[in-house]
């Protein structure tokens, strides 16, 4: 079927109309801008606030009153007795203070010593406590051990530590039916002025294993007393007791 009209000639017939047109409002637009006017803005006058309200209350007028100050009256000196004139023709006594410096060349013979005065006061014995086997100066002495401070502190310790291995029953830990493995049991007692072993305590897994403990301790030896100061004294001794229940 064929076309009767061309369609872009039939746009073309219109082209100079729409050219006139965007003449027209290009000049119309260009006409505004040149005939606009601006004006400068006016801001009105501030309203002016009245503190009339807040300035009726009148101050009061102080007056100013000069307070005089009161004489203070200080009362009179003393009045100076009357001062008695003596005479140069009385004889005043004179003191005579005897001297007690002993002179270097008199001699001090017996009769003039006397101790009445002297008061013969008894000495106190010291009280000293017990002093720890680490800090005692001069240590408790097992039997048989000999040596220095330091030679009978290891003798004492191994000797204690020998009593203990033969007289401690350690199959005790096995018929309490305690569990398998290392126990231990803790040991203090006193090695008092006299050697004496006193004041032993325990502690250990079982009540019966503390009882054996303490009978063991308390068979100790006598032992020759620790002395501090040059002073016998009671000297605190604690060992730990190992030993291994096997199942």
Known sequence: ?????????????????????????????????????????????????????????????????KIKPTQVKTPP????????????????????????????????????????????????????EDVPFMMIQNVPVYPGCKGNNEQLKKCFTKKVSKHFGRNFNANLGNELGLSSGKKSIYVVFTVDKAGNITNVRARGPHPTLEKEVVQVTQSLPKMTPGKQHGVSVGVTYSIPITFEVIM
């Open 1 to 65: 079927m064929e076309i009767k009209k061309n369609p872009r000639q039939q746009l073309e017939n219109f082209s100079k109309i729409f050219f006139q047109i965007g003449i027209v409002l290009t000049l119309f637009i260009i006409y505004t801008f040149i005939e606009h006017k601006t004006y400068e803005k006016t801001y009105g006058e501030l309203e002016t606030v009245v503190l009339v309200a807040e300035m009726t209350e009148e101050i009061p007028i102080v007056k100013v009153i």
């Open 77 to 128: 000196p003393p009045s100076i007795e009357k001062l008695e004139v003596v005479k140069d023709d009385v004889e005043v006594p004179e003191t005579i203070i005897e001297s007690t410096e002993t002179d270097e060349n008199e001699a001090i013979t017996d009769a003039d010593v006397t101790t009445d005065d002297i008061v013969e006061i008894a000495e106190q014995e010291s009280i000293v």
